[in-house]
């Protein structure tokens, strides 16, 4: 029955309706036969880590200011290709340089290229270098 099922799953190019309803069917019967959420017994209570309920004020402003770097820089891609791509006074989107389309969407492109790539390096010499608890305390 395994092969045939296989074999159907395998010709069909709708693969993956059959895994999820696999993944579903697996899932539902864990949950029938294990009753989760079931209650701690005393004995875990007290003798499990707890955890802090309240989240530190230093991971919000870590959240926020990540966030508000994110929506800068997708705020600021249009336009900064209308910048490059159209002449001044053009009547739709006004711009500066006039490259063009084709050179506007490469300067961009490979300045957000540069912008995923150049953390990765950067970070890896200034926590060699400074350290990671001087590299968080200057980064602020």
Do not use: C
């Amino acid at each position: 029955m395994l092969d045939g099922l296989l074999m159907v799953v395998l010709l069909d190019h709708r693969w993956y309706h059959y895994v999820a309803r696999l993944v579903v069917t697996l899932l539902w019967s864990l949950e029938s036969h294990l009753n989760l959420p079931r209650d701690a017994t005393q004995e875990e209570i007290y003798s499990r880590v707890h955890e802090v309920a309240d989240i530190p004020l230093t991971a919000w402003l870590l959240s926020f200011i990540g966030a508000a770097a994110q929506f800068t820089r997708f705020g600021i891609t249009i336009t900064w290709q209308n910048y490059i791509q159209n002449p001044r006074g053009s009547n739709p989107s006004p711009g500066v340089l006039g490259f063009g389309q084709a050179k506007a969407s490469i300067i961009q492109n490979a300045y957000l290229f540069l912008q995923y790539l150049t953390p990765l390096p950067s970070a890896i010499l200034l926590d060699m270098w400074l350290g990671r608890y001087k590299t968080m305390i200057i980064s602020f």
